[in-house]
């Protein structure tokens, strides 16, 4: 079985700081996937970023990044140059290549609050 | 641009009433999902379907049903919906390999039974 851990309930950031959302995982699968997904207050899921476990560099996507530290098990988002509009709930997943069919585990997620 | 499409919004339904939340994707994918979204729990998987007509228990089946009898619509059926049931339900689809996008979810239905 996978299960994600998301530590932080609540975050707040300055506009125009940077900050690190965490996420930890664990599974028993060697190869895996894993996203961060955006979630505004009007309720659909936005796909942000995504690692595979064999990547050797960590993604990047546009002001977003997974700083990836595959023998810690964390996935840890990091945004640059917060903006108001980041101002949401993000989570964190993943789902193993293997054994675990195609099903997405969600942790429960971090609110976060870009302050001006 | 829509591509996964919940029939409602937002709902309001009574104590032992069955109920039908509804999806729709345009993209052809094999694999559709419902979740349920609950403070503090995160989301979790209640049924997912990897073809027409079939169907795999998720993590919390209990309480629901579905049915998939087009590839592009999934149906979540609360045959006897419970306070417990109130939540916001979302409903995803991907392809069979993933790809690097994950899922495309909707726009969430807020259930509210009373």
């Known amino acids: 079985a996978q299960k994600i851990t998301q530590t932080q309930p609540g975050m707040f950031v300055q506009e125009k700081e940077a900050v690190t959302l965490d996420c930890t995982y664990d599974?028993?699968?060697?190869?895996?996937?894993l996203f961060w997904y955006k979630q505004p207050s009007s309720g659909e899921m936005i796909f942000l970023i995504y690692?595979?476990?064999?990547?050797?560099q960590n993604a990047t996507e546009g002001r977003y990044s997974l700083n990836f530290q595959k023998a810690r098990k964390s996935a840890n988002l990091v945004i640059s140059a917060s903006q108001l509009g980041d101002s949401a709930m993000y989570f964190c997943?993943?789902?193993?290549?293997?054994?675990?069919?195609?099903?997405?585990?969600f942790g429960t997620g971090t609110q976060l609050k870009v302050e001006l | 641009d829509v591509k996964v499409t919940q029939s409602s919004r937002y709902l309001v339904k009574r104590t032992g009433e069955k109920v039908f939340l509804e999806c729709v994707q345009d993209?052809?994918?094999?694999?559709m999902f419902w979740y349920r979204q609950d403070p503090g729990l995160g989301l979790r998987l209640i049924y997912f379907?990897?073809?027409?007509?079939?169907?795999e228990k998720g993590d919390i089946p209990e309480g629901y049903s579905v049915s998939r009898e087009k590839k592009e619509r999934f149906s979540l059926i609360l045959e006897s919906a419970s306070t417990n049931q109130t939540s916001m339900y979302l409903c995803?689809?991907?392809?069979?390999?993933?790809?690097?996008?994950?899922?495309?979810f909707g726009s969430g239905t807020r259930l509210t039974v009373v």
């Open positions: 995803a689809s991907s392809e069979p390999d993933r790809g690097v996008y994950g899922y495309t």
């Open positions: 599974t028993s699968d060697p190869s895996y996937g």
């Open positions: 690692q595979g476990s064999y990547d050797q």
């Open positions: 997943a993943m789902f193993p290549f293997t054994g675990g069919g195609n099903k997405l585990t």
């Open positions: 993209m052809d994918h094999e694999n």
């Open positions: 379907s990897y073809d027409v007509k079939m169907k």
